[in-house]
Structure formats: structure tokens, C-alpha cells
């Protein structure tokens, strides 16, 4: 870094731009590891003295450094002008992305905490000079030798959406035109001082596994037709001490995708630090719900750009999904297309996807973690920890049925909100299971948190002998059922228990109300779930839907169990349970006697 450097310091490229009092990378939660010495990591006249995880100054000094003083900016009104970030380049994504360290004992040294990074954000915000200008850095300011840099999109001609502006940097600086080098026909930019190297590559994963990349960019994940790619790049890492791969992208409108699946996935990372420690996200998408809108304003309290409200087309709400409004993107444009879009279905389709940066689609997640965990009440060591405490308790029984091939899953409700669950599988799903869990359905599985059936096919003895036993442990008012596939199920367990089976299901209709119970009940606290670790899985991956006509009617959707590892079982089971106790208290207050008015 230092010979590519042109020699004014951190300081004078930042002079004029006033620090926030608590700047958003100190807001960001940290591991809690005090593993390693004393930092030491210098830059000019500063060095950091912190130790354990943390945020290291200098570093991300380094990279904003580096784009103020050898990169500009390569099209519109400030083309040829310095890359100085904007305030939330630099501190919402740059400083925490480059600048949070964690001691590596394979190392022996500090290196960068995140491995991989979502950037997820509306169209024309400036994503594609802003990954041109971190590769450029991994490729020649991150004293790597033999550094592989890598692009790729849909296609060659949409990774050349951030190779182009590499290029275009690197031949308006002197200091880098004159160290790289450029092979039109490879599409490739070599460091011959380090024997680095920048070059596109193609989206055919299966080309592409001899690859060891330093860094990797993904451009616009809602095109690409699968995930094989991203997978073949993310599983070739281990080689280098600190590697980046990130993905950049608009939201989609395919539920069913790899991109939803990825954008679902920094969501939770963003709302949940700590399911991912490693992985860094920066997601700015308007609400789609009051729900989403009060999550926002909890997890970004006193944020300047947060939405007013849910209306597209309120300019107040536009700045949270467009960071660069009125900066690079231009505000008059985005007022002309929300004209259009108006009065066009289609066109506010459009509006709302790249420019609010919303799924079209009527998909929501549901539940975030906070709100889910502080409803655990007392943690439960064991699956059977709990039983004692709530034996001959009343409570509501829901069944959520599966074909034979997957999860089934049975959860009571007790009067106090205590709320226990079984689930049911069969042995040959667990492989597929632990892939998407990192191997913990199996630790689960061991546990006692799920039973598993030997075959391809679920083991129906055992269910009914476990709903056998809850019976006689238990005073279960009613079973509220799933009836896709239940009246087989539905006759045995009444034959077995006498209890009342009431037929429901995920419609709108069916779940509307047990849904909205169930929010209320966790936003009050009114719910125990003794830590389930596949509940919490279950309410981690939950998606809601609503109708295009009427946002207020919900039900759950089960996504798409051959392309994702995502299970929600236990979450219908849950509100049909729930749907029990609403049905009981109405029935309750039928049978009060009528007040004497007279």
C-alpha cells in the first residue's frame, strides 16, 4: 500500500468531514474475544492500541485513504473528481467492513472479521464504484502476494458493470496506471509487483472450482439462475489469511429464488449480528409493514433517513432505501418514475422493486430474533427439563402434517404461554437438513429436539405414540389440525385419544387472526419457548404473505423445500395451537350467562 500510496495522510483526505458523535461502526455488536495482544496496526502517525475483537482505526483509515487519494470517480457530474465516500460509504459500510479485526491463531496476527458481505440497496446508489474500488484495494492495498480478484454476474457483460469502473480508476490514477497492467482480451487488470490479479469470470460454477480467491464479487444476485456459483466461490476460501467476498444487489421479485434466499439471509444478519459473526450486511429496504417499520426504528434508533411511514410515495421514505438520493442519484429522476408508476400497476411494480428496494412479491419475514428471544423465559437444558413444571396443565394442541418425506411438527400452548414442541422426521433428510444448518439439525436430532424415524418416510407410530403420551401428561382442550393430508392422521389420534380434532389450515382465512395473536402475544411477552433451538430455526425462517388488496390478512409460507434447507413447521403448529386457545375463549365467553340490565 505504502508504494502505491501518493503521500497526503488520512487526515488531509478527511479534512472538512465531521465525524458523527457515535459513529455507526461503534454501534455494531462485536464478538466478545480477548484473544490476541496489543493491535499495533499503524498508519502515518496513528496506531491502534486495542486488543481482543475490535474496531481498528487505522485500517479503515487505510482503505478511505486509499480511495480519496488514488481513485475518482468515473461517470456523471463528478467523474474525474476524488472517490471520497459519503458519509454512509464510509462509516455505515466501509470502516466496519475493513476495519473490525479478530486474532487468527492460524496467523498468529489480526485479520479482518468479516469474510463476506451483502450490500443490498436500490438501483443507481453507487453499488457498482463502490465494489470496483474494494476490489481494486484487495487486489493492491491489502498486501496480499499473488491476490485473485474476481467478478461476476448474470453474464460477462453485467460483471463488466464493476469491472469497467476499475479500469476506468485505475487509468484515471497515475500511481496505478503505472503498476497495472490491463489484457483487454481477458477482461483482466495485473499487478506484476505482486503477481495479483482483477478479471471477470463466468457464471458457470462448475468451471470455476480451481479458483482461490482473496476477493469475489457478486453483481446483482436477484439475476443469477441458481447459487452454484456463490457456493463454489465461498467453499474455495481457506487458503488466505483474510479474503472478502461480497454479493451487491437490488431486491428481487422471485420468492423461490437464490436471490431471495440470499436477501432473506442478510436481513436476518443484519436484524441478528450474532447468527453470523463473520458476515457483514448492509441492507436498505423501505417497509412493507407497520411490523417492519417498528423493527427498523428499534434496531436504528435516531437514524436521519429512517421512513415516516409505509407510503411509496411520500419523498420522506425515499432516502432510506436510496442512501445516495441527492448525492449521485438524482432525486428529479426518482420523482419522474414515481409520477409514472402511479398510475401503472406495472410500472409501480418496477418503483417499488429498484426503487424502494421491496420485493414485489407480498413477502415479508415474519419474526425477528430479538423479539423471539425475549420470549424464551427460562432456558431448557433438555428437551424433558420442562415437563414436570407443566404436567396436568390445561393447554391447546397444534398439528402441523407433513407428506411422509419431512418434518412433522406437534406444539402445545398452555394457558400461561408456556409453549412446548415435538417434531418427527425421517433419518434419510437429516444430511440435506445439516447442510442448510451448518450440521446442527443433527446435534439437534441428538439432543432429543427432534425424533427421527429409520427409512426414507416417517415412522406415523411414532407420532402417535408421542401425542399418546402428551395426552395422559397433559389436559389438551382440543388438536387443531393442518387437513392437508390429515384425515388419516386425524381418525387415528382420535381412535387413540378421544380428543377433539378441529380441521384448519394456512389460508388467509384460517390464519389471519392466530398470526396477529401470536405478534401481539410475543411484542407483549406473553410466550415461554424454554430456548427450542428448531422453534427458533422454524421462527428465523418464517415468511409471511399477504394479498395485494389486503395487507391486513396474513398466512405463513413454506418455502420451497427442494431449492432451500428452510423448515417453518413448528410455526403453523404454533398458531394452530393458538387458534385453539382464541376458539376456547370465545366458546367461554358464549357460555357466560347474560347480564341482568334491568
Not at 244 to 271: C, H, P, V
Not at 310 to 330: I, R, T, V
Request: glycine letters at 6%; a negative charge; charged letters at 30%.
Amino acid at each position: 500500500m505504502a508504494a502505491a500510496r501518493t503521500g497526503s495522510s488520512p487526515k488531509t483526505a478527511r479534512a472538512g468531514r465531521a465525524r458523527p458523535r457515535t459513529p455507526d461502526h461503534d454501534r455494531r455488536w462485536r464478538p466478545r474475544s480477548r484473544r490476541g495482544g496489543v493491535c499495533g496496526y499503524t498508519l502515518d502517525d496513528t496506531t491502534c492500541t486495542k486488543r481482543g475483537a475490535h474496531y481498528c482505526e487505522p485500517r479503515a483509515d487505510r482503505f478511505v485513504a486509499f480511495c480519496a487519494e488514488l481513485l475518482r470517480h468515473t461517470k456523471g457530474p463528478h467523474a474525474r473528481k476524488p472517490f471520497v465516500l459519503r458519509h454512509w460509504q464510509e462509516h455505515e459500510i466501509a470502516r466496519p467492513l475493513l476495519g473490525e479485526v479478530i486474532w487468527s491463531e492460524d496467523h498468529g496476527r489480526y485479520v479482518r472479521r468479516y469474510r463476506i458481505a451483502y450490500i443490498i440497496v436500490a438501483r443507481k446508489n453507487g453499488k457498482s464504484e463502490l465494489a470496483a474500488a474494494i476490489l481494486l484495494y484487495l487486489l493492491v492495498g491489502d498486501d496480499e502476494e499473488s491476490a485473485e480478484v474476481y467478478g461476476a454476474a448474470k453474464d460477462t457483460k453485467q460483471a463488466g458493470k464493476v469491472f469497467e469502473p476499475a479500469l476506468r480508476m485505475v487509468q484515471l490514477s497515475p500511481p496505478l496506471s503505472r503498476r497495472l497492467k490491463h489484457t483487454k482480451n481477458a477482461r483482466r487488470i495485473y499487478d506484476e509487483r505482486t503477481a495479483s490479479h482483477y478479471e471477470i469470470i463466468t457464471a458457470d460454477a462448475t468451471g470455476e472450482l480451481g479458483h482461490n480467491p482473496h476477493g469475489f464479487c457478486l453483481d446483482e444476485v436477484l439475476s443469477q439462475p441458481d447459487g452454484s456459483l456463490w457456493e463454489a466461490m465461498t467453499t474455495a476460501v481457506g487458503a488466505r489469511a483474510q479474503e472478502l467476498l461480497f454479493a451487491a444487489s437490488t431486491e428481487t421479485n422471485d420468492a423461490a429464488s437464490f436471490g431471495a434466499d440470499l436477501i432473506d439471509e442478510a436481513e436476518a444478519i443484519q436484524a441478528d449480528p450474532k447468527r453470523a459473526p463473520h458476515v457483514f450486511a448492509f441492507v436498505r429496504k423501505a417497509p412493507r409493514s407497520e411490523d417492519e417499520l417498528d423493527r427498523l426504528r428499534a434496531a436504528f434508533p435516531g437514524h436521519p433517513d429512517l421512513p415516516v411511514s409505509l407510503d411509496p410515495w411520500d419523498e420522506a421514505n425515499w432516502k432510506w432505501p436510496n442512501p445516495a438520493l441527492g448525492e449521485f442519484k438524482s432525486i428529479e429522476a426518482m420523482r419522474r418514475q414515481a409520477l409514472e408508476a402511479r398510475d401503472s400497476p406495472v410500472k409501480e411494480n418496477g418503483f417499488r422493486q429498484f426503487q424502494m428496494n421491496q420485493r414485489v412479491q407480498q413477502t415479508t419475514r415474519w419474526i425477528t430474533m430479538d423479539l423471539w428471544d425475549a420470549n424464551t423465559g427460562e432456558v431448557a437444558p433438555t428437551p424433558d427439563w420442562v415437563l414436570p413444571q407443566l404436567a396436568g396443565r390445561k393447554c391447546w394442541a397444534g398439528l402441523d402434517l407433513s407428506s411422509k418425506i419431512d418434518l412433522t411438527a406437534w406444539a402445545l400452548l398452555f394457558a400461561d404461554g408456556s409453549v412446548i414442541w415435538r417434531f418427527w422426521c425421517p433419518e434419510a433428510i437429516v444430511p440435506k437438513l445439516d447442510e442448510h444448518t451448518d450440521g446442527r439439525f443433527s446435534e439437534w436430532v441428538s439432543a432429543g429436539w427432534v425424533r427421527v424415524t429409520d427409512g426414507d418416510v416417517i415412522d406415523y407410530q411414532a407420532v402417535y405414540e408421542d401425542i399418546e403420551t402428551d395426552h395422559g401428561r397433559y389436559a389438551i382442550t382440543d388438536v387443531t389440525y393442518d387437513r392437508w393430508s390429515g384425515e388419516p392422521v386425524r381418525q387415528e389420534v382420535q381412535a387413540r385419544t378421544g380428543l377433539e380434532m378441529v380441521e384448519s389450515g394456512t389460508t388467509f382465512d384460517k390464519m389471519t387472526q392466530p398470526m396477529q395473536e401470536a405478534m401481539r402475544m410475543l411484542k407483549a411477552h406473553e410466550l415461554r419457548t424454554f430456548g427450542n433451538p428448531v422453534a427458533r430455526w422454524m421462527a428465523d425462517n418464517l415468511v409471511a404473505k399477504s394479498p395485494r388488496d389486503d395487507p391486513d390478512r396474513i398466512r405463513p409460507v413454506k418455502p420451497e423445500r427442494h431449492k432451500t434447507g428452510l423448515r417453518i413447521d413448528g410455526m403453523p403448529a404454533l398458531f394452530f395451537a393458538v387458534d385453539g386457545q382464541l376458539a376456547s375463549a370465545v366458546a367461554d365467553a358464549d357460555a357466560l350467562p347474560e347480564a341482568d340490565i334491568f
